[in-house]
């Protein structure tokens, strides 16, 4: 167990609709990554945020945002959803203190898009 | 940006044999080497690292190596173990630039025959 956790662990969802993902990252961890996983791309980023603020951006849609809110725990959004969103999320944390922070990953919400 | 190659995409080697992943990148300003081992539904598991400081690593059964002028590094799992089969993901990141999300290979299916 990572000490990242994520929810939903599945979403089931239409064409053209909107989901928010959850994550709260290790106790501690200031920065939050967010993952895409899909057989065709891989693992791809997708964003990362710092202490509440963004800190980098990976190859996100403009139709995917996400935030960070003051108690640390993220969110990602995705909307105007399509077929090719249907993928695995994961979100991932990492600590202060060195200059090559480790990423610890969560379980990942399983996303289908019908 | 970055772009990792990752070596097999398939592995299979008989239980107690060693066997090997190979990986490249590109950006030559990139500076830590992780790699992750992930089962099925599950996230990835940080397994073990390397910086860019140092050319090889060792904990217990698995070791990575780096050769910065190639630009490659592997890793090395010996007396395999049937838990031993998932899939293993290599990545690197230039984690003094702008951008900290890990660029990933394609994985490997590492195979455990008994």
């Known amino acids: 167990d990572s000490g990242v956790t994520q929810t939903p662990k599945h979403l089931i969802t239409a064409t053209g609709q909107r989901v928010t993902l959850r994550c709260s990252p290790r106790?501690?961890?200031?920065?939050v990554y967010w993952y895409q996983q899909s057989l065709d791309q891989g693992l791809q980023f997708l964003i990362q945020?710092?202490?509440?603020?963004?800190?980098a951006k990976g190859n996100i849609l403009e139709r995917f945002s996400a935030q960070q809110f003051p108690d640390l725990h993220s969110e990602l959004n995705l909307s105007s959803l399509e077929l090719g969103d249907s993928a695995l999320y994961f979100c991932?944390?990492?600590?202060?203190?060195?200059?090559?922070?480790?990423?610890?990953f969560g379980p990942g919400t399983r996303l289908t898009v019908l | 940006g970055e772009n990792v190659e990752q070596h097999p995409s398939t592995l299979s080697v008989q239980e107690g044999d060693s066997a090997v992943i190979k990986c490249t990148y590109s950006?030559?300003?990139?500076?830590?080497f992780p790699w992750y081992k992930q089962e099925l539904g599950k996230g990835p598991q940080l397994i073990i690292d390397?910086?860019?400081?140092?050319g090889e690593k060792k904990d217990q059964r698995i070791a990575v190596t780096l050769n910065k002028t190639a630009k490659h590094f592997s890793l090395h799992i010996t007396e395999t173990q049937p838990e031993d089969s998932a899939v293993y993901f290599c990545?690197?990141?230039?984690?003094?630039?702008?951008?900290?999300?890990?660029?990933f290979g394609k994985g490997t299916h590492l195979i455990i025959q008994p």
């Open positions: 991932a944390s990492s600590g202060l203190g060195n200059s090559y922070n480790e990423q610890f």
């Open positions: 106790s501690g961890d200031l920065s």
């Open positions: 945020y710092y202490n509440g603020e963004e800190r």
């Open positions: 950006d030559s300003a990139s500076n830590y």
């Open positions: 390397i910086r860019s400081n140092v």
């Open positions: 990545a690197a990141i230039n984690s003094g630039g702008g951008a900290d999300g890990l660029t």
